[in-house]
C-alpha cells in the first residue's frame, strides 16, 4: 500500500490521474486531493484566466473557504501566464495580483507553475515530500565556497591567528606542510610571522586533538580579515 493516494476531481483531465496514479473522481472541495495516513491536502488549480473570473465573481475565495474548513492543508495553484487574461483593465489584474500576494501571506499557499506539465511535476514533487515526511521541513544546504587561490594558503588561513598575509608568509619560507610542521621553532619563526602569531600556530600544532584554541579577544586586524575578492 502506498503511504499517500491522490484523487483527482472529474472536472480535472484524466491525464492528471494517469500520470499521477490516482482516482479519478468527484471532489466536493478543491482539484486534487492528496491523503496520507490520517492528513489530507486539497489543491485548487487554476489558469490565470479561471483565477481573474473567480476573482471577480468572488468565487474564488468562497471555494478556499470551503476548502479551508475541510483541511488546514489548502494550496493555491496558478497555472500559465498572467498576460495571457483576456482583459483590458490591467489594474484588476493588479488587483487579483495582490489577493493573491494577501492569500499567501495570510490565508493558504498559493503556488505559481508555468504550465500543465510543470503542475504534474509540482504535484508529483509535494507528494514524495509528503511521502518521506518533509512537508513543511526547511534543510539548509551547506554552502561551499570555490576559491581559485592556492589549496595551501587555504589550509594555513585555517589556523587560528593566521590571515591571508600570514599564510603567504609561512608558504613562502617553507617547502611543503610536513617542513613547517617539523621546524616550527621559535628561533627560526620570529623573523617569518612575530612573536604573537608564531604563538598562534605554535599553539595549535600542541594542542591536544579537540582542545579548545583561544582566540584573541580583540577585533580582527587587518591580516587576519577576509574579503569578497579573497573568495573569488
Not at 492528496?34 to 490565470?48: G, N, P, Q, Y
Not at 471555494?63 to 492543508?73: D, F, H, I, V, W
Not at 506539465?117 to 565556497?145: C, H, Y
Amino acid at each position: 500500500m502506498p503511504s499517500i493516494a491522490y484523487t483527482i476531481d472529474v472536472h480535472e483531465d484524466a491525464w492528471f490521474a494517469l500520470h499521477l496514479g490516482g482516482a479519478h473522481e468527484a471532489l466536493p472541495e478543491g482539484d486534487f486531493k492528496i491523503v496520507s495516513e490520517d492528513k489530507v491536502w486539497l489543491v485548487e488549480r487554476k489558469t490565470w484566466g479561471d483565477a481573474y473570473s473567480s476573482f471577480r465573481s468572488k468565487r474564488l475565495e468562497d471555494q478556499l473557504s470551503r476548502m479551508l474548513l475541510a483541511t488546514p492543508n489548502t494550496i493555491l495553484l496558478i497555472e500559465g501566464r498572467k498576460e495571457a487574461v483576456y482583459t483590458n483593465d490591467r489594474q484588476q489584474i493588479k488587483n487579483l495580483q495582490a489577493f493573491l500576494n494577501r492569500m499567501s501571506a495570510e490565508v493558504c499557499p498559493v503556488v505559481y507553475t508555468d504550465g500543465k506539465e510543470d503542475s504534474l511535476r509540482w504535484l508529483k514533487a509535494i507528494g514524495q515530500r509528503i511521502e518521506n515526511d518533509q512537508f513543511g521541513v526547511l534543510v539548509r544546504k551547506p554552502t561551499m565556497v570555490a576559491s581559485s587561490r592556492n589549496k595551501h594558503h587555504a589550509l594555513l588561513e585555517s589556523i587560528p591567528g593566521v590571515g591571508r598575509t600570514t599564510a603567504k608568509k609561512i608558504y613562502n619560507h617553507y617547502d611543503n606542510l610536513v617542513g613547517m610542521v617539523n621546524n616550527w621553532d621559535i628561533a627560526q619563526s620570529v623573523g617569518i610571522v612575530g612573536i604573537k602569531r608564531w604563538e598562534d600556530v605554535n599553539n595549535f600544532l600542541n594542542a591536544e586533538w579537540g582542545e579548545a584554541v583561544r582566540k584573541p579577544l580583540s577585533s580582527k586586524t587587518e591580516d587576519e580579515q577576509t574579503t569578497f575578492e579573497d573568495l573569488t
